[in-house]
């Protein structure tokens, strides 16, 4: 996924974009940078955050920056801040999102005059510069964004940094949020709505799809308006977003407890108690418990000392090891007893499997899961939600093809496994439920999840579930 935030102030803004940064370390695990600008020009500093947080790796640049403006990064994938020297001047840009069509992008470029671009490691072009080429285009940066937002098939969120001020472009359709804070003598914009919070600042607003602002220390401006459609990724409440955050009005906590409340109401299991799986699957559980009145424990805790952060590496069998090593039973807790978890989500089953053969292990005697979201059926295609190189990895579709086989791309197929009140949902599950050893096995309902948000259907994005764009 990946996260940002900027700064413009009329003192340094260094401190701030610093600690507003680094609360955007859940969002991302392999790079962080920022970059500034004041009497020395540009400063960046990029860094590896892979084996360590965003914080210990950057406190020495925190004092060797200087400059009132400046933006900043966590990113999963690519480096970035980049800086650019173009016809449009010089300008820092970090971007969230993700390009479908760099191939046909890269050829554009080409044909419009641009000359090269430099390859990362693996042969791929960094979408953040492609996103910068694109900008370049046009003969002013508010045209350039445009110009980025309209060819870039997929999603992109742009943060850019010239020497005077700061723009910031929400995604065509608003797959992801950009918010403005403001304080005394500065404004700052922000993935992540609590980031800027405990800096002092205030909410000011939040931009709409497409929306490009221009801001100094002294004002925001809108230079290019909102557009109507939305499409916001409704993992951001289920999975992604930070509990203090809030997306369109909606707080992250809140929804996972209203969440909870509706998985409960569907169910008619009796466990001795409720459990999330941490970290984002603890408010779902909190919901669930609440509404059925079953006790909330926590049978497994979370070592946070050494495994702090809530992403994993992107090597599975990497991944798998820490998922294990970091949870630590409470066996007083599981010891005979009938328990129910609940985790954000289901992608491929592996980590889950394991994590319930090791309660069964540690003396529980049936262990019900309860994943906060629908089956996942396809791979994302806006953020990098799953590091999945193909949709057969999920396990969702792995079950589809071995019954169906040829038929199980059908996109009629596909719908009536989707569907909830369906013959064959009810088989797939069941198969999953054996599959990964499960007592019992009951996913959130897509209907009910949409009404956990409680924002209008038709703007929030709910591909990865039923394949609906």
Known sequence: MGGFFAVASKESCVLDLFYGTDYHSHLGTRRGGMAVYGESGFQRAIHNIQNSPFRTKFERDVEELEGNLGIGCISDFEPQPLLVHSHLGSFAITTVGRINNPDELVKDCFESGHTHFLEMSGGTINPTEITAALINQKKTIVEGIRNAQDKIKGSMSIILLTEKGIYAARDKVGRTPIVIGQKDGAFCASFESFAYLNLGYEDYKELGPAEIVYFTPESCETVAPAGKEMKICSFLWAYYGYP????????????????????????????????????????????YSNEAQIPYTRPFIKYTPTWPRSFMPTNQSQRNMIAHMKLIPVKKLIEGKKLLFIDDSIVRGTQLSETTEFLYSSGASEVHIRPACPPIMFGCKYLNFSRS??????????????????????????????????????????????????????????????????????????????GKE
């Open 244 to 287: 203090t955050s809030s997306y369109e009005g909606v707080n992250v906590e809140q929804m996972r407890y209203d969440c909870g409340k509706l998985l409960a109401k569907r169910d008619d299991v009796k466990p001795d108690s409720v459990a999330g799986v941490p970290d984002s699957g603890i408010a779902h559980a909190i919901g």
């Open 389 to 466: 190189t193909s949709e057969l990895d999920l396990i969702a579709r792995r079950v589809i093809l071995k019954r169906e086989g040829d038929r199980a791309c059908d996109p009629d197929v596909l719908a009536d496994y989707a569907d909830p009140t369906s013959k064959n949902y009810e088989e797939m599950v069941e198969e999953i439920r054996k599959e990964l050893n499960f007592t019992s096995l009951r996913y959130h309902r897509l209907d009910d999840m949409i009404e956990s948000i409680g924002i209008e259907p038709c703007k929030l994005c709910t591909y990865c579930w039923n």
